[in-house]
């Protein structure tokens, strides 16, 4: 089985600064998807970016980026410039690529690291 | 779009009595899941849809839940003889899957149903 572990349960920032949020996860499958969601408090979960495992390029959406490291089964995500509104719970997750190989459309979630964005 | 819609936003009820929770997805995504985040963890799979059929359950859904899509649309989530330990989020997403097998399309979530049991 998939695990995912996240061991910062807690990240600040200074306004304006960078922030890196670590994510481990461990598996046997080749092919997969790793997904960065953001959850604001009593908010709906956002998907903030997402990586498929056979590309080696780190996937980038504006301000968000990931550290893609496959062999080391690692999936950092680093929000630059950060904002009052980046301020959240932040979720890794994985899920398997392919049905037809046995995969599940589960997404396997960590528990979470808790981004404060201070003034 | 109007994003995943869940009803009600909060429930609250006695040990012992049954609630039904709905979700409505994103009008043309044909999977939709369910999740249960209990505080301080992330989301933990529940069960999955394609259209009206259930895929996947997982372990945690035990013989007091129930999940029904009956026309590959809205969904509904029973929990019968509700215990201390339901008292959680219920979240549910739906994606769309373009082909046979997995997709690679995101799941979008809704705003959560919390549940407290008394």
């Known amino acids: 089985a998939q695990t995912v572990t996240q061991s910062q349960p807690e990240m600040s920032v200074q306004e304006a600064e960078t922030v890196t949020l670590s994510c481990t996860y461990d598996?046997?499958?080749?092919?997969?998807?790793l997904f960065w969601y953001k959850q604001p408090p009593s908010r709906q979960m956002i998907l903030v970016i997402r990586q498929e495992a056979y590309k080696q390029q780190n996937a980038t959406e504006n301000r968000f980026s990931v550290n893609f490291q496959k062999a080391a089964k690692s999936f950092s995500l680093k929000i630059s410039d950060s904002q009052l509104g980046d301020a959240a719970m932040y979720f890794c997750?994985?899920?398997?690529?392919?049905?037809?190989?046995?995969?599940?459309?589960?997404?396997?979630f960590g528990k979470g690291t808790k981004l404060t964005v201070n003034p | 779009d109007t994003g995943v819609s869940q009803n009600p936003r909060h429930k609250i009820t006695k040990r012992g009595q049954n609630v039904t929770f709905r979700c409505d997805p994103i009008?043309?995504?044909?999977?939709l899941y369910w999740y249960r985040q209990t505080l301080g963890q992330g989301p933990e799979f529940l069960t999955y849809f394609q259209n009206e059929a259930q895929l996947e359950k997982s372990r945690l859904l035990s013989d007091r839940f129930s999940a029904e899509r009956p026309k590959g649309s809205f969904s509904t989530l029973e929990i019968q003889r509700t215990e201390q330990g339901d008292s959680a989020m219920y979240l549910c997403?739906?994606?769309?899957?373009?082909?046979?097998?997995?997709?690679?399309?995101?799941?979008?979530f809704g705003d959560g149903t919390r549940l407290s049991i008394l």
């Open positions: 009008s043309e995504h044909n999977r």
């Open positions: 997403a739906s994606s769309l899957n373009l082909g046979k097998g997995g997709s690679n399309q995101p799941q979008h």
């Open positions: 598996t046997s499958e080749s092919d997969y998807y």
């Open positions: 997750a994985y899920r398997s690529y392919s049905l037809l190989q046995g995969g599940s459309e589960k997404l396997v």
